[in-house]
């Protein structure tokens, strides 16, 4: 990974600014203390209420390799991989992380999409969170708790890559073009790994009926 180190304010914690043309990620290592994430950890995986989704592939009902829970203001409904979400009440420990997040980026967030990767062979596929819902240049902040898993990044246009792995306490936060310039995902591992949970904020802006 190519990255600059950031410490412009003595009151934000320190951040990888990524070496990557048409985009704006932020990397924050050691975002949380090694107990408060340890703490998250095991809440949120008591605590969330999990799903197993499908999405149609060709006609057929396919497995997300991934459990997801989707949380927020009522009305934050959300299309993602052409499911309908209607979120779930905000609940503890993702309204304590969702004010962490709020005071590091400066932006307010009424929606998160959270994702359990059980081992190696659960992943995300490559994809932009480009949505209209949520506005052309939207900030995500997205927040790793558990095992070390390598994000992807890839240009749509010229296939440059860029890689970092996303380490417990973490927190990445994509903002500006880099979603309509860059795609991301987590592949599959076959290394023996245990379990993840990344919690994804965003701002969703309610659908509008067309009337
Ligand atoms: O698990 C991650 O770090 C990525 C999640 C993600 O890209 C998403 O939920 O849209
Ligand atoms: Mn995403």
New binding site residues.
Partial sequence: MQADFFDDDPHQPLFLQLAMTDGDVRYYPNWLTLTDAERYLQDCQKALTWSQDYIKIYGRDVKIPRLQSWIGDPEAQYT?SQLLMTPLPWQAPVTEIRHLCETTTGVKFNSV?A?W?RDGQDS?GM?S?DEPELGPQPT?A?V?LGEP?K?IFKHKKTQEKVEVV?EHGSL?VMQGDTQQFWQ???NKTKKPIGD?I?L?FRWVYPLTTGK
């Fill in positions: 993602y999409l994702n990767y995300m994809h969170d995500i997205s790793t898993r994000f996303l990445l991301h995902g987590i993840r990344n994804t």
